[in-house]
Each structure stands twice: as C-alpha cells, then as structure tokens.
C-alpha cells in the first residue's frame, strides 16, 4: 500500500520570504502523479501543483515549484514571494497511475503554514 | 461555472440519529467521490463512482454508511445510526471522465461538518 508522509505539523515564514515543506512517500508502483493541495479555512481544497512521476523536470507554477527525488521517494514544495493568502493547510498526495487504482487520492497528514507580516 | 457543491456546511446531531450529506457535482463531471477528513488529518477516500456505479467502496463501513448517486449526477451519504468517532468533515469532489491522467483534476466541495454528540 502507498503512504505519504509530512513531518512538519507546522511551519512559519516571514512575508515575501521563501519556504519549503517536506513530503516523502512510499510505492512499489513506477508511475503515479504526486500533487500538493492547499486547504485555507473555508475549507475548499485546491491544487496548487501536480507532477508526473516519469518526468524529470521539476514542475513550476509561479510562485510554486517542487523539487522531486523519484529516487529518494522525495517530493518538496518551495513556496518563493510568501503572501499572506499563502496561509493555509497544505497537504501533499499521491495517485496511481495504474487503471486499477486510478482516482483515489493518498493525502498526507498536512502542514499547517502560518505567513508573518 | 459552479462548483462542486455541499449541503449542509455544518451539522450538529445526538449520537445514533441519521445524517445525510449531500453532494453536487461540476456539470459533465462523469466521476465522484467521497472522502472523510478527521480534524488536522488529510482527507481519506470512502467511495468513488463512475457515473451511476460505485467502483470502489472499499473504505466504505458499510454497517453504517451508506451512499447513492441517482441519475449518475448528485450524490447522497447517508450515516445510520451516527456514533461519536463520526465527528469529521465529509468532502465532496469530481472529476470529468475516468479517473486517470495527471491532469484529470479533482475539484473539492467544501465539505460538511458533522458533530456528533
């Protein structure tokens, strides 16, 4: 079975500061998509980035991009310019890509993020 | 263009009465899903349909929980008879088409928040 791991419960950054939170997960499978959500209290879960496991190329989305070590089952969000609506839980997830299993998503236990003006 | 949409946001009940959840999903959207989200943990999935067809109810605890998906569009989750450990928020989401690829993105409702006392 695959896990997903988040050792950070919380973690803090200054305003327009850089931060990076921590993801490391488990799978025999060779190809899955890994995704970072954000859940602000409202509550609605969005994405924030997504990345293939078959591509090498760290995926970038503005102010957003990760650092994914297939082999060390390794997959970092580095959060650049830090805002204040940057606030929120985020949480790291995995997916098949195997028919079988496809759809079902593996969160992690989150990482509450707290921006300093 | 709507999206995913719950009802009730918020639910307070006695322990062994019944709850319903509902769940709309984004038009044209063939696939959904239930996940069951414990206070400060990630979300874990309960039931995925594909259209009218539950496909994996795995997590499901089917002694007490039930879902349906009439008509292949809305969706009910129904607990009967709740009990304490329920307390939870209960997230809707959709997806368009089957379940695989990358960039078949689930959308998240902004769930319900089930107190049992």
């Known amino acids: 079975a695959q896990t997903v791991t988040q050792s950070q419960p919380e973690m803090s950054v200054q305003e327009a500061e850089t931060v990076t939170l921590s993801c490391t997960y488990d799978?025999?499978?060779?190809?899955?998509?890994l995704f970072w959500y954000k859940q602000p209290p409202s509550r609605q879960m969005i994405l924030v980035i997504r990345q293939e496991a078959y591509k090498q190329q760290n995926a970038t989305e503005n102010r957003f991009s990760v650092n994914f070590q297939k082999a060390a089952k390794s997959f970092s969000l580095k959060i650049s310019d830090s805002q204040l609506g940057d606030a929120a839980m985020y949480f790291c997830?995995?997916?098949?890509?195997?028919?079988?299993?496809?759809?079902?998503?593996?969160f992690g236990q989150g990482t509450t993020l707290q921006v300093k003006p | 263009e709507a999206g995913v949409v719950q009802s009730p946001r918020y639910k307070i009940i006695e322990k062994k009465q019944p709850v319903a959840f509902w769940c709309n999903p984004i038009s044209g959207h063939n696939t959904l899903y239930w996940y069951l989200q414990n206070l400060g943990q990630g979300p874990e999935l309960l039931i995925r349909y594909e259209n009218e067809e539950a496909v994996d109810d795995s997590q499901l605890p089917k002694d007490r929980f039930s879902a349906e998906r009439l008509k292949g569009v809305d969706s009910t989750l129904k607990i009967q008879p709740a009990e304490l450990g329920d307390s939870a928020v209960y997230l809707c989401a959709s997806s368009l088409g089957v379940a695989s690829g990358p960039y078949n993105e689930q959308f998240f409702g902004p769930g319900t928040r089930l107190t049992v006392l």
């Open positions: 997830a995995y997916r098949s890509a195997f028919s079988s299993n496809t759809g079902k998503l593996i």
């Open positions: 799978t025999s499978e060779s190809d899955y998509y």
